[in-house]
């Protein structure tokens, strides 16, 4: 009985350990891609449709359409650095994270909104805004 109960408890554990790294994965995943400025990579992270602000110009997006609007993007500002200066999640469970980006002659202000979708968070908001 009590070898059950530690079974239990034991994949209890792994389960909360493995969901609490998969919410922190997709800051560490989009870090990656805006590092190496991979387009491929980013729309991996993206809810089906995603709204993308570059600069004040703003469009609603598949993930084929949006891996060419920031393939372009990406050609403008290529990557050096990212980091994480602030995250959280509303009271609904929705997560959003604020980055700076620095690229070759700059630095911007990244803003990631994420929905839980499947057991995973989706980034479904992208603005990218010049500092």
Do not use: W
Request: proline residues 2%.
């Amino acid at each position: 009985m009590v070898f059950k109960l530690f079974n239990v408890f034991s994949i209890v554990f792994v389960v909360a350990v493995f969901s609490a790294f998969g919410q922190q994965d997709i800051y560490e995943q989009s870090k990656t891609a805006f590092k190496s400025s991979n387009p491929k990579e980013l729309v991996k992270l993206f809810e089906d449709e995603v709204d993308i602000t570059i600069d004040g110009e703003k469009g609603t997006y598949n993930k084929h359409q949006a891996e060419f609007v920031l393939k372009d993007f990406f050609k403008k500002y290529p990557g050096m650095d990212m980091k994480v200066v602030h995250s959280g999640a509303s009271d609904r469970g929705d997560r959003y994270a604020v980055c700076d980006y620095y690229y070759k002659g700059g630095q911007m202000r990244v803003i990631m909104y994420m929905k839980e979708q499947a057991g995973k968070y989706k980034i479904t908001v992208l603005n990218l805004v010049k500092e």
